[in-house]
């Protein structure tokens, strides 16, 4: 079954403590991205990947990191945690080509809270 | 920087009635996509209508697009209690194929 998939699908945690949360696809899909979705403020992209080791700052990059070392996986990494990033995270995947435009599939989401 | 707004915020309509999302964005676009999501579950595509394109439809959804007004409306007809959930329009403006969403529908449909 063609899927995204990421874990931790719940999280707390405490501010500082590192944590990564990894999204994965089985799709062959050359773009990820993640997001974030917060009440009142929709999605809002955090980072994206057209391609192993080319990753690319969406809008609200500060805080994160993130890694394509292989095609089907990316993990969102945060160094320090803070209270202002307790979001419910999505990571999402597609098939990429200059200037076409393709469908994005969604994992099922990661509820962060950060204490 | 959010490029689609979606009206109204909210619509409550009753099962069998027909439901009208609209999509308003500022800049040129490549494509409009429509998403779907359930109450804190993943988005789901629904239909992607391309700049050349004005009309599309998917089985109980039409999309239309209007280019010169910016706009895109989402038409679902004979709603049911499953179609319950929210709705984003997604612009792809630029070449690296990043949607930018807007801020969504809630529809209610009560049986």
């Known amino acids: 079954e063609a899927q995204v998939t990421q874990n931790p699908r719940y999280l707390i945690t405490v501010t500082g403590k590192k944590l990564t949360v990894t999204c994965s696809q089985n799709?062959?899909?050359?773009?990820m991205s993640w997001y974030r979705q917060d009440p009142g403020l929709g999605l809002r992209q955090i980072y994206y990947?057209?391609?192993?080791?080319?990753?690319d700052k969406g809008d609200v990059p500060e805080g994160y990191k993130v890694s394509r070392k292989e095609k089907r996986n990316f993990p969102l990494i945060l160094e320090s945690p803070s209270p202002n990033q307790t979001s419910l995270y999505f990571c999402?995947?597609?098939?990429?080509?200059?200037?076409?435009?393709?469908?994005?599939?969604f994992g099922p989401g990661t509820r962060l809270t950060v204490t | 920087s959010q490029q689609g707004e979606e009206d109204p915020q909210a619509l409550s309509i009753q099962e069998g009635e027909n439901a009208t999302m609209n999509c308003s964005y500022k800049?040129?676009?490549?494509?409009l996509q429509w998403y779907r999501q359930n109450s804190g579950r993943g988005l789901v595509h629904l239909i992607l209508?391309?700049?050349?394109?004005r009309e599309k439809h998917s089985g109980r959804l039409r999309v239309t697009l209007d280019t010169s007004k910016k706009s895109s409306s989402l038409l679902i007809t004979a709603s049911r209690a499953a179609d319950t959930a929210s709705y984003f329009c997604?612009?792809?403006?630029?070449?690296?194929?990043?949607?930018?969403f807007g801020k969504g529908t809630k529809l209610s449909v009560k049986p």
């Open positions: 999402a995947s597609s098939l990429w080509r200059p200037n076409s435009a393709y469908e994005q599939y």
């Open positions: 799709m062959n899909h050359e773009y």
């Open positions: 990947s057209m391609n192993v080791e080319v990753t």
């Open positions: 800049t040129s676009i490549n494509n």
């Open positions: 209508i391309r700049s050349n394109e």
């Open positions: 997604a612009t792809d403006a630029g070449s690296q194929g990043n949607l930018i």
